[in-house]
């Protein structure tokens, strides 16, 4: 099983920020089959990138997925308020799919 | 619009049964595969069991592998988690997912979630 690490487990910006939150695959992810995940607070995730760097459906293009291989990473160029949520990567191999633990995205 | 309501949470005592149910509109649902994905209290989130979307063929979490049973109803577009021999780890709210058209890699749309207490 691919075990994912998303480090740090908070990082503490200000709106206008731009914001990097990096994934960290433990073996390649074949296909580069790595999404990313925005949720708040009593609400369902949303997709926000799909196959390491495509944008979903209604996605802000402030939002873009990077990498290859083991190491990925979802960059918000620059942060609205209404961005400050936990971030979530999953990656899909062998009928298998793993999340990251999540990196909180919280006000300076 | 994709619409996924879920509905059959509650409270059950540890190793009881409870079944949840995600009754989906908006889209061809005998087309599109669907997925479980659980969420304990204050954590992330666990892929739980995934289906295709002709039902034959289904996925499982180690973690609940040989207690859960997904499923679905392609006639009333509704999707199935049958939860058997419950443990206090499986108390979570679970969302149903479904998967983008002819690809498995990731989940596009979500249900909103239905809690699952395990007692003990």
């Known amino acids: 099983e691919i075990l994912l690490t998303q480090s740090p487990g908070t990082l503490s910006l200000s709106p206008g920020d731009r914001a990097t939150l990096p994934c960290r695959a433990s073996q390649s992810i074949s296909g580069n089959y790595l999404a990313w995940y925005q949720q708040k607070p009593g609400q369902a995730p949303r997709l926000l990138i799909y196959a390491a760097s495509n944008r979903a459906t209604g996605i802000p293009d402030r939002f873009s997925g990077s990498g290859s291989g083991t190491d990925f990473s979802l960059t918000i160029s620059r942060l609205e308020p209404e961005d400050f949520a936990v971030y979530y990567c999953q990656q899909y191999g062998s009928a298998s799919w793993t999340f990251g633990q999540g990196t909180k995205v919280e006000i300076k | 619009e994709v619409q996924l309501l879920q509905s059959g949470g509650g409270l059950v005592p540890r190793g009881g049964s409870l079944r949840l149910s995600c009754e989906a509109s908006?889209?061809?649902?005998?087309?599109?595969?669907m997925s479980w994905v659980r969420q304990a209290p204050g954590k992330g989130l666990e892929w739980v069991s995934a289906?295709?979307?002709?039902?034959?063929?289904?996925y499982y979490a180690d973690s609940v592998k040989g207690r859960f049973t997904i499923s679905r109803d392609n006639s009333k577009n509704t999707l199935f988690l049958q939860m058997d021999s419950l443990r206090a780890e499986d108390t979570a709210v679970y969302f149903c997912?479904?998967?983008?058209?002819?690809?498995?890699?990731?989940?596009?749309?979500w249900g909103q979630g239905t809690l699952v207490a395990v007692s003990s």
């Open positions: 289906i295709t979307s002709s039902g034959s063929y289904q």
């Open positions: 908006g889209f061809t649902f005998n087309t599109f595969a």
């Open positions: 997912a479904k998967f983008p058209r002819g690809v498995i890699h990731s989940f596009d749309y």
